[in-house]
């Protein structure tokens, strides 16, 4: 099971067991990504989904009917879940009709007394996301089969990696996405252009013209060490390890 925090846990949350969940259990197993606090009207164009979406500031900012109008924006905007709170300066209780429409669209909807602290709340709420997601990684990375995988986890995804790599190949990363299928093939075969012709489907001379570009536009030296490392170590990061073989001569 997923150590990360999920909609169903914001209640086991030490000091928040005064918040209850009470409809949309279907949909409780969602990830929590962040707590987001919404002070307008409309909170779409502020969040990006998975966020716990609290909703304060009812008497103010918000009618009953408008609770309805917030819980199908939830359903569109993949929230984690939304958090109503109640006491009697806003709304004594949720209406039934309301809990019976988050049942039907799966989405959490949990009530939280007013009198609780939101600072407390998002305190506790983002500590935990912080925690369970470095545990999750720390077992991911237990669980690396290799140097290369534990590294990439430690990095990040796609994206990270890309940035990581950027300062040595900022110029050239859209080449080396173009030739990786070729890069890979070289190596794999010990830097034998024939065999790695042979894996391509290519012939050897276009190989070594895709390579001879490489080295051209890269500046990267063949005949020197670290730039060989360079290469080797930008490409393993920014792919995966099973690449899809270029097909026939093409450049």
């Known amino acids: 099971m997923s150590p990360l925090l999920r909609t169903e846990d914001v209640p086991l949350l030490p000091g928040l067991g005064a918040i209850c969940l009470r409809a949309g259990h279907a949909g409780a197993q969602r990830v929590v990504r962040w707590p987001y606090v919404a002070e307008n009207r409309s909170f779409t164009p502020w969040i990006k989904g998975g966020e716990l979406v609290f909703i ?15 819980l199908y924006e939830g359903v569109a905007a993949k929230v984690a879940g939304l958090v109503i709170l109640t006491g009697d300066a806003y709304i004594g209780r949720l209406p039934a009709a309301l809990l019976k429409l988050a049942d039907q669209q799966q989405l959490p909807l949990l ?55 950027a300062p040595w190949f900022a110029e050239h990363q859209t080449l080396l996405q173009h030739l990786a299928p070729t890069i890979d093939a070289w190596l794999r075969h010990g830097g034998n252009i024939s065999a790695a012709a042979a ?53």
Not at 56 to 70: M, P, Q, Y
Not at 121 to 149: H, K, P, Y
Not at 201 to 217: K, P, Y
Not at 222 to 238: G, V
């Open 56 to 70: 304060t500031g009812i008497g103010r900012h918000h009618s009953v009917d408008n609770l309805f109008e917030l």
């Open 199 to 251: 894996a391509l489907g290519s012939h050897r001379n276009s190989v070594r013209n895709r390579l001879d570009r490489l080295f051209r536009e890269t500046g990267l030296d063949p005949a020197k060490p670290t730039d060989i490392y360079n290469l080797i170590l930008a490409h393993l990061l920014m792919h995966e390890p099973t690449m899809t073989p270029e097909c026939g001569d093409t450049p």
């Open 111 to 165: 009530e939280q007394p007013y009198s609780l602290p939101m600072v407390t709340v998002t305190e506790v709420i983002g500590r935990a996301i912080v925690q369970r997601e470095q545990l999750a990684w720390r077992d991911a990375e237990s669980r690396a089969g290799s140097l290369l995988e534990k590294l990439q986890l430690r990095i990040g995804d796609a994206g990270a990696r890309a940035d990581f790599v």
